[in-house]
Nanobody, 113 residues
């Protein structure tokens, strides 16, 4: 059984940074594309960033140049480094196994002064 567990969310001031982590268990991790999504109150869940097994990355236009997705296959971890955060980044952030459709429980990110 695949399990994804996110961590690293919290409250941060505008302009600040956070690093989200996603730990995967029960899976052959290295061959699957992974992604981060987010869902703000009253809005649909949206794709933030994705990374392939070969470490090719893609980003939503709204986060390009500010967020960086990475992975450590040996540790079965996916990361999302978020810099220059603004209030529009406030959302629950979810880790996703893109190939098989597994989701984590989400971690709350709140950007506020």
């Amino acid at each position: 059984q695949v399990r994804l567990v996110e961590s690293g969310g919290g409250l941060v001031q505008p302009g600040g940074s956070l690093r989200l982590s996603c730990a995967a268990s029960g899976t052959i991790f290295s061959i699957y594309a992974m992604a981060w999504y987010r869902q703000a109150p009253g809005k649909q869940r949206e794709l933030v960033a994705a990374i392939t097994s070969g470490r090719s990355t893609s980003y939503a236009d709204s986060v390009k140049g500010r967020f960086t997705i990475s992975r450590d296959n040996a540790k079965k971890m996916v990361y999302l480094q978020m810099n220059s955060l603004n209030p529009e980044d406030t959302a629950v952030y979810y880790c996703n196994d893109q190939a098989r459709g597994y989701w984590g429980q989400g971690t709350q990110v709140t950007v506020s002064s």
